[in-house]
C-alpha cells in the first residue's frame, strides 16, 4: 500500500486565503453574523447549567409553563430570538407559533409590513444658488429582521434621519429647473442612494417621491413676470404674422380685381347687400373711381 501525504500549504497560499477573507464585502460578513451565530464558542458551562435548570423548570410546571413558553407571531412578523444574550441559529423565528426558554431567552418582534413617513421640509440651496424648500415622502420595509436588530439601535430612526440628509446632498447637486422637471430622475436616484446605505441595517427602500417644491415669494413673482412677457411677446410675434399674410392677401386680391373692371362694381354690390342684411337705414351710393379719375383727366 502506498501512504498518501497531503501537502502542507506553503506560505503564498496562505497569504492568499487571508487576502480573500477580507476581500469580502460588509454583506456577507452580515450574513454569517445573521445566520450562524458563534456556534463553535457556545454559551458557555454556565449558561449550559442555566438553561438545563430552566428546561426542568418548565417540565415540573407543565401546563402552566406553556402558556409562558407558547409565543404567537402573525403572518407579517418575524422573532428574534436572543439565549443569554447571543442570537440563536436558524435566523428569526415566524409566523406561527415558536417556543421560547423563560428567564434565558428573550425575543424581540419585527414587523416586515412597508413603512411610509414623510421628510420634514428641508431648507435646500440649489446648484444656481436658489434656496428652496423640498419635502418628500419614503417607502421602505424590513429585509432581514436578524440584522436590523443585532447591526443598528434604531433601524426605523437611523433610516429616517438618512433620507433628509440625502435629499439634501441629492438636491444641492441640481439646478432650480431639473429639480422642477426632472423629478423622477431624482427619486430614482435617491432611492438607490439610500437602499445601498441601509442595506447593512438589514432595510430595504423600496420607492422614494418628492412631494413639492417650495419657492420664495419673490421669486415666484419673477418667474410669473417672466413668464406673462414671454407670453406678450408670443402674442406679438403671432399678431404680426398676421397682419403681414392678411396685407399679402389684400395685395392679391387687389391684383385680381385690376384685371377685371366689372369685379369691383360686383364688389360693391356684394357690399350694399350686406349691409342691407343687418337692417340699416344708412343709404349709400356707390360712385365709380373711373368717373372720378375721368373729371380730374378732363380738368
Not at 443598528?152 to 432650480?176: F, I, P, Y
Not at 357690399?271 to 342684411?277: D, G, K, M, N
Request: net charge negative.
Amino acid at each position: 500500500m502506498s501512504n498518501q501525504v497531503t501537502p502542507e500549504p506553503n506560505d503564498n497560499q496562505q497569504l492568499m486565503a487571508s487576502q480573500d477573507m477580507h476581500m469580502k464585502g460588509p454583506n456577507e460578513e452580515q450574513q454569517i453574523i445573521g445566520s450562524n451565530v458563534d456556534e463553535d464558542e457556545g454559551i458557555g458551562f454556565c449558561g449550559v447549567i442555566l438553561t438545563a435548570i430552566s428546561i426542568l423548570m418548565i417540565i415540573c410546571t407543565i401546563p402552566f409553563s406553556l402558556c409562558v413558553c407558547m409565543k404567537v407571531v402573525q403572518e407579517y412578523e418575524r422573532a428574534v430570538i436572543f439565549r443569554l444574550g447571543r442570537l440563536i441559529g436558524g435566523g428569526a423565528k415566524g409566523p406561527g407559533i415558536f417556543f421560547i426558554i423563560p428567564c434565558t431567552e428573550s425575543y424581540t418582534k419585527i414587523d416586515l409590513r412597508t413603512v411610509s413617513f414623510d421628510v420634514p421640509p428641508q431648507e435646500i440651496l440649489t446648484k444656481d444658488s436658489v434656496t428652496v424648500s423640498v419635502d418628500a415622502v419614503v417607502y421602505y420595509r424590513v429585509s432581514n429582521p436578524t440584522i436590523s436588530v443585532a447591526n443598528v439601535e434604531n433601524a426605523h430612526a437611523s433610516t429616517r434621519l438618512l433620507a433628509q440628509t440625502t435629499l439634501r446632498n441629492v438636491l444641492g447637486t441640481r439646478t432650480l429647473a431639473e429639480i422642477l422637471s426632472d423629478r423622477e430622475q431624482i427619486s430614482a436616484s435617491m432611492q438607490g442612494s439610500l437602499d445601498v446605505a441601509t442595506d447593512p441595517w438589514g432595510i430595504k427602500v423600496e420607492r422614494v417621491e418628492v412631494k413639492d417644491v417650495r419657492l420664495p415669494v419673490q421669486l415666484q413673482r419673477a418667474m410669473a413676470a417672466e413668464a406673462e412677457a414671454t407670453r406678450e411677446a408670443r402674442a406679438k410675434v403671432i399678431s404680426a404674422e398676421g397682419e403681414h399674410k392678411a396685407s399679402r392677401a389684400l395685395k392679391e386680391a387687389a391684383d385680381v380685381m385690376s384685371e377685371s373692371p366689372c369685379a369691383l362694381q360686383l364688389r360693391y354690390l356684394q357690399t350694399l347687400s350686406t349691409i342691407s342684411a343687418e337692417k340699416n337705414s344708412t343709404i349709400i351710393f356707390p360712385l365709380p373711381i373711373d368717373l372720378l379719375q375721368g373729371m380730374m383727366n378732363k380738368k
